[in-house]
């Protein structure tokens, strides 16, 4: 039973134990599918990384990982899938022709293209911001679900804030109980910013599958960082991984990793850049708590994971007290699957 203290934004260090109990009480390596359950495929598209593994009655196996294909012609991600999901068969020991079906986990925005989903990701698709953004192609979108269903009978396609979001709810620190939470989101602090909703128990889609992108909102009014979308000054701009690291290699921090490291050794300025992250981040978490009305937002990516007993108190912080009728009886929290989230993310889409 999880006891709720007193002042919600700021949950006593026993609660916060207790999430993570109850969070860890599965794991991936040890999750199988019922007796019987022809086995499944699950892919986690980044725009760092491309993961797949394949799931079956004897368990998880065969993950394989790889950079993300940013090159080449507009089908190179999905044909790089299809190739990823042939060598973690081969690997897991498993043919082919049984995968039931395949979750697919990814990165947006999504555009539909006759029914289909193709990608408009910023941090994949160069096309979007033009090539002051740097990738290394002019993609408009990157094709996605055409190739795949090309290749399997049953694809679900995803944002990968949505499968960490019903993954969250599932198995991590967005249950109450061993329930799912009815009014509750999970945000990714990671190479992009993302995050699912879930309001009265509905889990948030929109038209094209891209409700939940707060990582493209502007809470401030800072414009020196063009985003990948071709926005500049939104969040994603200024705090996503890569971000940090374009915006202050100048001052020496080469990325997140040099930066936070400085910080921890009682470096002022990085101390000083770091609460600035932590001001735009609270800020679109405030925004996500003012607009829907959730009881809880668990927190994870790279970004936030490595760091979190660094940001989490900082990132209260900035929450608390601003319009207690709202903010009251929200708690935020580090995601129950912790650094596995995403793998788990892609596993809820089909198990």
């Known amino acids: 039973m999880i006891t709720v203290a007193s002042d919600p934004l700021h949950p006593t260090e026993s609660l916060f134990m207790t999430l993570q109990a109850n969070a860890i009480a599965i794991s991936l390596d040890t999750f199988k599918l019922p007796a019987g359950s022809p086995p499944v495929a699950c892919v986690d598209i980044g725009g760092t990384k491309v993961a797949v593994h394949v799931v079956d009655e004897f368990g998880v196996r065969g993950k394989v990982t790889e950079p993300t294909a940013t090159t080449g012609q507009t089908d190179a991600l999905g044909r790089q899938i299809i190739r990823l999901i042939g060598q973690s068969c081969a690997a897991a020991g498993v043919p082919v022709a049984r995968i039931a079906r395949v979750g697919v986990a990814s990165c947006g925005p999504f555009v539909l293209n006759q029914g289909a989903v193709e990608l408009a990701a910023p941090n994949i698709c160069g096309g979007q911001a033009g090539p002051a953004r740097g990738l290394p192609n002019d993609w408009k979108t990157a094709l996605l679900e055409a190739p795949l269903r090309a290749a399997f009978s049953h694809v679900r396609v995803e944002n990968d804030g949505i499968g960490a979001l019903e993954a969250e709810r599932r198995w991590g620190a967005l249950q109450l109980d061993g329930v799912p939470m009815a009014n509750c ?167």
């Not at 990948?228 to 690291?245: K, M, P, Q």
């Not at 490595?306 to 319009?323: E, F, I, N, S, T």
């Not at 708690?331 to 809820?348: I, K, Q, Y």
Request: one cysteine or more.
């Open 185 to 351: 989101a999970y945000v990714t602090w990671s190479t992009g910013i993302g995050t699912g909703l879930c309001v009265d128990g509905h889990v948030l889609r929109g038209k094209n599958g891209n409700a939940g992108h707060a990582g493209h909102t502007f809470v401030v009014s800072n414009n020196d960082a063009l985003c990948g979308c071709g926005n500049v000054g939104d969040v994603e701009s200024l705090i996503a991984g890569n971000a940090i690291a374009r915006r202050f290699q100048a001052l020496g921090y080469p990325d997140s990793a040099s930066l936070f490291v400085a910080a921890y050794a009682g470096d002022t300025r990085a101390i000083g850049l770091i609460d600035d992250l932590c001001e735009v981040m609270g800020r679109m978490l405030y925004d996500l708590i003012a607009t829907l009305d959730v009881q809880r937002i668990s927190i994870g990516g790279s970004v936030y994971w490595h760091h979190r007993d660094y940001l989490l108190p900082k990132l209260r912080a900035v929450v608390h007290g601003k319009l207690r009728p709202l903010t009251d009886g929200c708690e935020l929290v580090s995601a129950g699957l912790g650094e596995r989230v995403g793998d788990f993310g892609a596993l809820a889409l089909v198990a």
